[in-house]
């Protein structure tokens, strides 16, 4: 069974860092990619950030510049170093994680994030 677990959410004053760990374990063989979405109270999930296998990378548009997805592919972990925090940025977010080995993708449980002084 393949898991996604999370970690390094919290809390951070606004123009602080966060970095956001994702591991998947289990049968993978291979992955297309993972990722990071996330979802704010009230408002509609976002991408924050994806990268492919062989490094291509897309960010969302309010995290560009400010936000850097990196992945491991021989221990199928990915991160995502957050700076220059805002408080818009405060939400759950999601690693997501696409491969052959779980048709419709996978997702973790999410972590907080939350930016406030």
């Known amino acids: 069974q393949v898991q996604l677990v999370e970690s390094g959410g919290g809390l951070v004053q606004p123009g602080g860092s966060l970095r956001l760990s994702c591991a998947a374990s289990g049968s993978i063989f291979s992955i297309n990619f993972m990722g990071w979405y996330r979802q704010a109270p009230g408002k509609q999930p976002e991408l924050v950030a994806v990268?492919?296998?062989?490094?291509?990378?897309d960010y969302g548009g309010s995290v560009k510049g400010r936000f850097t997805i990196s992945r491991d592919n021989a221990k199928n972990m990915v991160y995502l170093q957050m700076n220059s925090l805002k408080p818009e940025d405060t939400a759950v977010h999601y690693c997501?994680?696409?491969?052959?080995?779980?048709?419709?993708?996978?997702w973790g449980q999410g972590t907080q994030v939350t930016v406030s002084s």
């Open positions: 990268i492919s296998s062989d490094g291509r990378t």
């Open positions: 997501y994680l696409q491969s052959p080995a779980v048709p419709g993708g996978l």
